[in-house]
C-alpha cells in the first residue's frame, strides 16, 4: 500500500489495512515482489457520512484468532466499542459488520446479526490457491446452500435478532468472510 498521505506499507497474511478517502487521497495497492504471486482481496463499502477526513489504518487478525471462531474485524462507527487496541475490529462509517473466520471440518459458527430488522448478509469464501478448485477443496454450507472457494452468496430474508449458521463441510479448513450489511 502506498498512498498520498505518506503511508507505505507491506503487508502480510492476517492484516486488514482500512483506507477512508474522505475528502481526497491518492492510493495504490500493488505487489512489490516481481517473483512472486500476491494474493489478497479488496472491499469496498460505500459511507454513510460525506466529507470525512482521510484516514488509514492497519490490524492483524492472525489465523489463530479466527481459527474455528468468527471474528468481528470491522465494524459500524455506530456499534463500535470506541477503543483503539489492536484486537478491536477496526471502526467505518457505514453500517457494515465484517467478520472472519478460518472453519475446520466439522466445525460451525453462529453470526447473530448485528440489528434489528432487515439485513443483508453476504459470505465469502477465500480461495487457497490461485485456481478454483474442480473438485474438493474448502466448502461451507449456510441453510441448505454450499459454497466452494472462490463462491460467494447472498442470505436472503435476514432479520435481527436472529442468527446466521456456518458449517464447514469440505475437505480442509475454509477461510471466509462474513458481511452483515443494512439496506
Known sequence: H??????????????????????????????????EDCHFLQIWAKPNVSRLAPSYKTRKFTDEMKTDKLVRIMESVDRHSGKDAETEPIPMHADLSMS???????????HELVKEGERKVFLHVVMSGKKQPQSGGAKIKV??????EGDGAFVTGAS???????????????E??????GK
Open 2 to 35: 502506498k498512498d498520498s498521505m505518506g503511508n507505505l506499507e507491506n503487508l502480510r497474511r492476517g492484516e486488514v489495512q482500512f483506507t477512508s478517502a474522505g475528502t481526497g487521497i491518492r492510493h495504490s495497492e500493488y505487489n512489490r515482489n516481481k517473483n
Open 100 to 110: 472472519a473466520s478460518i472453519l475446520s471440518p466439522g466445525k460451525s459458527v453462529t
Open 143 to 148: 441453510g441448505d446452500v454450499e459454497l466452494g
Open 160 to 174: 435481527g435478532p436472529g442468527k446466521i449458521e456456518v458449517e464447514s463441510i469440505g475437505e480442509k479448513a475454509a
Open 176 to 181: 471466509f468472510l462474513l458481511f452483515d450489511m
